[in-house]
């Protein structure tokens, strides 16, 4: 009896320690894509020709994600300013000086369910992955 729970238990262990690496490497890939999204679109939306970014660049920018292969539904965009106006209208873009705020959120759809394995009780189904990041408009009218 001794001998079956310890290669139960073994078991267990082997299974978490070969695929464990497997999806904290999809987590971080996940991670380093939705933060380079950002990165890119507020590199676009604040440069000096725009100054907001756009509903058209937040569906290219779901286009490109489903692409890696993200659920396009799934995905979830906030775009703010440092003065409170509104940073997706074309028609009035952010001003020089102003900082445009962006953040994605991505589930982490089950990723960490292996983790049971070993008993540590994995993120809340309603838990979000997100990459934000900030930069100042350089839209001069």
């Not at 590199?43 to 000096?48: D, F, I, K, S, T």
């Not at 020709?49 to 569906?59: K, N, R, V």
């Amino acid at each position: 009896m001794k001998q079956i729970l310890v290669f139960i238990l073994f078991s267990a262990m082997l299974c978490w320690f070969m695929f464990s690496p497997i999806y904290k490497h999809v987590l971080i890939v996940r991670q380093a894509v939705i933060q380079k999204e950002v990165d890119f679109l507020l590199e676009v939306g604040a440069n000096g020709s725009h100054g907001y970014i756009s509903d058209a660049m937040l569906q290219a920018s779901r286009e490109r994600l489903s692409a890696r292969g993200f659920i396009s539904t799934e995905l979830q965009y906030v775009v703010t300013t440092s003065s409170g106006d509104d940073g997706t209208d074309s028609a009035r873009p952010v001003l020089r000086g102003t900082g445009i705020r962006l953040l994605i959120s991505y589930p982490y759809q089950q990723l960490f369910e292996i983790d049971r394995l070993v008993g540590i009780s994995p993120p809340d189904a309603s838990s979000r992955m997100t990459a934000h990041g900030m930069k100042m408009s350089e839209f001069v009218p």
